[in-house]
Every structure is written in structure tokens, then in C-alpha cells.
């Protein structure tokens, strides 16, 4: 890629959810998992890691938002339209095909986000309500 995306960057075929996010001290991680069924392991993973920035699909019903994201991330940002990914070359890619999320754990990376300047709704962390389940509308 032409420009550098941080100190250490694991890319397939590299195993980045079985590989050290940290040595020591846990540091700050960017986290972009590769969309599928594997997401919930990604999520529990930067959830015990508790400080960093996840890029997700905002499926927001899954068992991934409920058991690892509502109740732990510190705050989510939705942001305003689809997110545009770049190809290694730097060429624009085709944007997702679903809206994204970019879920902070901790609060330095709460505030990261509050300065990115990326347009879209901020929640800050969820109340958790106990209550019956909605399955249909």
C-alpha cells in the first residue's frame, strides 16, 4: 500500500485475531475484521482488549452488537452515508453494501472520534434494559 497505516499491521494471510495486539501495556488498535460469520470472534476480542476502534456492518440485531458491542463499547459512531474503501493502488473501491459503524472502546478513542471530523450520529455507551425480545414488527 502507499502509505503507512500503523506501527504493526497484520493482513491475510496472517491470522490478526490469533496474533498479539499488544506487548505489554495494551495499546491502541485499529480494527477493520474481514465481514462474515467470524465477526463475533473479532468483536470479543477488541471487547477484552478495551482499547480501540472497530469498523463494522451496523447490524445492530446480530448476537455480536448484543453480547459484545451495546453493552461495552464506549460510544459508536453512525456515520452519514456508506463508507468508501480504497484498493492498495489508492483507487477508490465500491462503497459496502450495508451501513457501517465505528465502535470506540475506551475513552481516548471516544474522543478520536469526536475529532475525526467524519460526519454521522455519535451514541455515546448503551443502557442495557433487560426486557422482552422483539422478533417481528
Known amino acids: 500500500m502507499p502509505w503507512n497505516l500503523a506501527k504493526k499491521v497484520y493482513t491475510p ?44 456492518f451496523g447490524r445492530t440485531e446480530t448476537q455480536a452488537w448484543q453480547e459484545y458491542i451495546w453493552p461495552r463499547a ?14 492498495p493502488d489508492g483507487n477508490r473501491a465500491l462503497s459496502g453494501t450495508a451501513p457501517s459503524s465505528l465502535i470506540a472502546y475506551g475513552q481516548n478513542n471516544v474522543e478520536s472520534l469526536l475529532k475525526s471530523g467524519i460526519a454521522g ?16 414488527f
Open 13 to 56: 494471510p496472517q491470522d490478526g485475531l490469533s496474533l498479539p495486539w499488544s506487548e505489554g501495556l495494551p495499546c491502541r488498535v485499529w480494527c477493520n475484521p474481514p465481514y462474515g460469520s467470524h465477526v463475533g470472534n473479532w468483536a470479543r476480542r477488541m471487547a477484552a482488549h478495551g482499547n480501540g476502534i472497530m469498523l463494522l
Open 74 to 87: 464506549e460510544a459508536i459512531l453512525f456515520p452519514h452515508g456508506r463508507v468508501h474503501f480504497c484498493l
Open 121 to 136: 450520529a455519535l451514541v455515546p455507551k448503551a443502557e442495557m434494559i433487560q426486557g422482552t425480545q422483539v422478533s417481528e
